[in-house]
């Protein structure tokens, strides 16, 4: 099976590098949710432009990622996208600002503006994230971020069933 | 942003859009002279070279694919050129030649992408790729559809879209099936007609009148468009093995980025498709050759806008190079080379998409890494791409500070830098002064 042939009902994207240190909690959280799920992990990702033919028709898309807002590391927040918005929402590639753990080249809400232009959008997104705390280069998980990742596996196998 | 009298002008750019990764651009002006250009970068490669370090010569490939999420393929076929040239190993040409095709599905995917989603918008007036779609829908299905064929190509040989897992040193874990391989036929034909369609498309846009003074380097095979491997040669003809390349190549710190700055004999030179195009276009598929001449493109460009053209003539060019290697396919049995480890240096040298990528190892009897060098392509495009925007900031000057923003961050784009190649961050900033 391939790509061009295979579209799964959920699909789950992991971003994020291992070797970025907790930017690495993406894909870790969205491999084992897949193993605990019917769910098809698509990642590890870089750009969200590769979720474009990955996504098509899927009744659910959860994009894992490590997040930098500011609370205390560890903390998992699951937040809907409503791929229908007509506003043109922050992110997109004129979002990348300095400092952030970013390398997209086209932001999420970029791609699924793209996504909704050529009627390639999922029917549901929901992003989980995982606050990071730190991302410089090298391998393994701050104690706080890996302490999260069963709740964020629960979340996101949670999310899974209700489909 | 721009600050400053009219004497002085300083713009600012920050988070240059759509190129890969995030940077910042400054340009200065003082009395209608641009005075100083600096495309700043914040992280070194060295640190990824650091972590090579101590580790096992057979993990290189997969480490170095993770370093840079755009093309990861380039990164792997560098480390295993570079490992088996340490241990004194030659693959069979069969290896070689799926190689090739792995190597052709991350061209054709990331030359789709930046030809429709990320350049494109550029000619047409269109502030990103969602006014394209809105504005001309078929033209981004079009693209999306060629950059799915690449992905189908690096998913069958590679075991994923994403990052490829059955790439190992000597060749690759297990080699896939001819009925597998034959399957990638028919939408290879169709991305073939997508890629002449996309010549025809960019050749009639309009390009600014600007010429470039480049020196270009890029990888030449007698037989083939370079890609999987090479001589490095520059377009007055000379050349050079690639075992002397980390020692005519030097790089230098320069206090304003933590990148490096790579000059050749003194000079700085342009690797990627307007390189390759002028050194290979001898060896280019007839399709290609062919589709080049159909919109007028001179044998050598050394206009940087046109560097879209020369892109999607590169895309026929992979599309049928894939086509024919599908059509060729002989499984490698075994499908790799064992590979025993031996303390030495090997030095490895491939095509990105975005350039020449080089990698050096030293590696101990154990086969444990003792260092590590990587060039990629955007260090080596660098000091010619801050030489374009003085060039286009100069010609430029008449224009209000919004648009001669844009038109610098057009000049970035002219060269789809991998900025997470070179460095993680990137924040655009054009100041003038």
């Known amino acids: ?163 | 942003m721009t600050h400053g009298s009219q004497r002085e002008r300083t713009i600012g750019v920050e988070g240059i859009s759509r190129v890969e990764g995030e940077g910042s651009l400054r340009v200065s002006v003082r009395d209608g002279t641009v005075t100083n250009v600096a495309l700043e970068i914040f992280e070194p490669p060295r640190y990824f070279e650091a972590m090579l370090v101590g580790r096992h010569f057979s993990e290189a490939p997969d480490i170095t694919a993770r370093i840079c999420g755009i093309c990861p393929v380039a990164y792997q076929m560098s480390a295993c050129a570079a490992m088996e040239d340490a241990c004194g190993v030659v693959v069979d040409e069969r290896v070689t030649a799926l190689r090739r095709l792995l190597y052709c599905g991350e061209w054709i995917q990331s030359h789709a992408l930046h030809v429709y989603l990320l350049h494109a918008p550029d000619f047409l007036g269109c502030a990103d790729a969602v006014e394209l779609a809105e504005r001309d829908r078929p033209a981004i299905e079009r693209g999306l559809a060629l950059k799915r064929t690449g992905n189908l190509l690096m998913e069958t040989v590679g075991g994923r879209a994403i990052h490829p897992v059955n790439v190992r040193v000597g060749g690759f874990y297990r080699a896939p099936d001819r009925d597998v391989i034959a399957a990638l036929g028919e939408p290879l034909r169709h991305a073939r007609d997508a890629a002449l369609a996309t010549v025809r498309w960019v050749g009639g846009f309009d390009f600014p009148d600007v010429v470039g003074d480049y020196r270009y380097v890029a990888l030449r095979h007698p037989e083939h468009y370079a890609i999987e491997r090479g001589r490095p040669t520059s377009a007055d003809g000379s050349d050079f093995d690639v075992a002397h390349f980390a020692d005519l190549v030097v790089e230098e710190h320069v206090e304003r980025s933590t990148a490096l700055h790579a000059r050749l004999g003194g000079r700085h030179y342009l690797t990627g498709p307007l390189a390759r195009y002028a050194i290979n276009g001898d060896v280019l598929p007839s399709i290609a050759r062919q589709a080049a001449r159909d919109v007028g493109l001179a044998t050598r460009v050394d206009n940087p806008f046109q560097s879209i053209v020369v892109r999607a003539v590169e895309l026929v060019a992979a599309c049928d190079e894939a086509l024919s290697l599908v059509e060729a396919y002989e499984p490698p049995d075994p499908p790799a080379t064992e590979v025993a480890p031996r303390a030495g240096i090997g030095t490895g040298a491939t095509e990105a998409p975005r350039g020449l990528l080089f990698h050096q190892y030293e590696i101990d009897e154990r086969g444990t890494i003792l260092r590590a060098r990587i060039v990629p392509p955007t260090s080596q495009n660098q000091l010619t791409i801050e030489d374009d925007l003085r060039r286009v900031a100069q010609a430029g000057l008449d224009l209000d500070d919004h648009d001669l923003q844009w038109r610098c961050e057009q000049a970035v784009r002219n060269h789809d830098p991998c900025i997470s190649c070179a460095a993680h961050f990137l924040d655009l900033e054009v100041v003038r002064s």
């Not at chain 1, 791929?83 to 929402?89: C, I, N």
């Open chain 1, 1 to 163: 099976m391939t790509t061009m042939d295979r579209h799964a009902r959920v699909v789950l994207a992991g971003f994020g590098s291992e070797y970025r240190l907790d930017d690495g909690v993406g894909p870790l959280v969205a491999a084992r949710a897949e193993r605990e799920s019917e769910a098809r992990d698509v990642g590890p990702l870089s750009d969200p432009l590769d979720l474009l033919g990955h996504w098509n028709g899927a009744e659910l898309v959860i994009v894992i990622d490590a997040v930098r807002s500011g609370v205390a590391p560890g903390t998992v927040r699951v937040v809907e996208i409503d791929v229908d918005a007509d506003s043109r929402v922050t992110g997109g590639d004129q979002s990348a600002a300095p400092g952030t753990t970013s390398t997209h080249g086209i932001g999420l809400e970029g791609v699924l503006r793209l996504a909704r232009a050529i009627g390639q959008a999922p029917k549901r997104l929901v992003v989980v994230g995982i606050e990071g705390e730190r991302f410089g280069v090298g391998e393994g998980l701050s104690p706080a971020v890996e302490a999260a990742v069963s709740d964020a596996v629960r979340a996101v196998v949670g999310l899974v069933r209700e489909v």
